[in-house]
């Protein structure tokens, strides 16, 4: 009488298919981690592009005038409108007041401020009661007593309006966050002394709650209004590496990382 017997795979050949597979689950998932943040990146950019065409419209219809980050009537009682509000009748879809992967929302007047996560310029802000001087502003200027004109972006090809900011998530309503703007006037200053070189707060970690950047080892412990930061967080290694969209006056749109940006020049922030 024949035996049949059923062939199997032995322990050993087990083993070898499983480290097999270990090996080109490791190569593998850092490149669809790369490819992930990537996709994520081009949205981000994609969207910012759309807000820079609503301020353009917005322009169009006011004089050439920019859209104010935030519009602060002489009475502090009175809440200031914020530019998601300013723009959003040229806005078709919210959702690209949102960067991927973010957490964030959109900022739909000043109480929901913190939860933006596409900054604007401060440069723009207006405050009534303000006594900021153009071209001598201090940290913590969150406007000035009138409204800001393109003309005044001289180089427009390298003013900065829209970029990445650290925000709070939806459901956090404690934190010092102020995403829905950055603050050109909170980081460095020019070695030389050029005024118009200078920085908001800039990382690829979230200032706002974080230590230990370099540049700013303490700038969790600052004021709401001397935060502001510039978010890199697109392949953040805590270096300085992480990469985020400027959008410029211009309308085009790059992609920077936090070290470049911290490079005194590289983008006109401080238009006036």
């Not at 964030?104 to 401020?113: F, L």
């Not at 406007?143 to 900011?165: C, D, H, K, M, Y």
Request: charged content about 15%; some cysteine.
């Amino acid at each position: 009488m024949n035996r049949r017997f059923k062939s199997a795979f032995t322990l050993i050949e087990l083993l070898v298919v499983i480290a097999i597979i270990a090996i080109l689950a490791a190569i593998l998932f850092p490149v669809f981690a790369r490819a992930k943040e990537a996709a994520k990146q081009t949205q981000s950019l994609a969207q910012m592009r759309q807000l820079s065409m609503s301020v353009m419209m917005y322009a169009g219809d006011y004089d050439d005038n920019f859209v104010p980050a935030s519009n602060r009537d002489a009475n502090p009682a009175i809440l200031p409108i914020i530019w998601t509000q300013g723009i959003e009748p040229y806005v078709k879809n919210p959702q690209i007041f949102i960067t991927p992967g973010s957490g964030g929302g959109y900022a739909t007047d000043w109480n929901s401020r913190r939860h933006q996560s596409v900054g604007y310029s401060d440069a723009t802000g207006v405050e009534l009661a303000s006594t900021a001087v153009p071209g001598a502003a201090l940290p913590g200027t969150e406007g000035f007593p009138s409204s800001a004109n393109f003309s005044q972006a001289e180089e427009v090809s390298r003013t900065g309006l829209f970029t990445i900011t650290a925000n709070a998530p939806k459901d956090v309503t404690t934190t010092k966050h102020r995403g829905y703007v950055f603050n050109p006037y909170n980081g460095l200053n020019d070695p030389g002394g050029d005024y118009y070189k200078g920085l908001p707060l800039i990382s690829d970690r979230d200032l706002v709650t974080k230590t230990g950047d370099v540049n700013y080892p303490a700038s969790p412990s600052l004021a709401a209004g001397a935060l502001k930061p510039v978010l890199c967080p697109f392949g953040a290694t805590g270096k300085n590496e992480g990469k985020t969209p400027v959008v410029f006056a211009d309308g085009h749109a790059k992609s920077y990382s936090a070290n470049s940006l911290n490079t005194f020049g590289n983008v006109i922030w401080r238009f006036r």
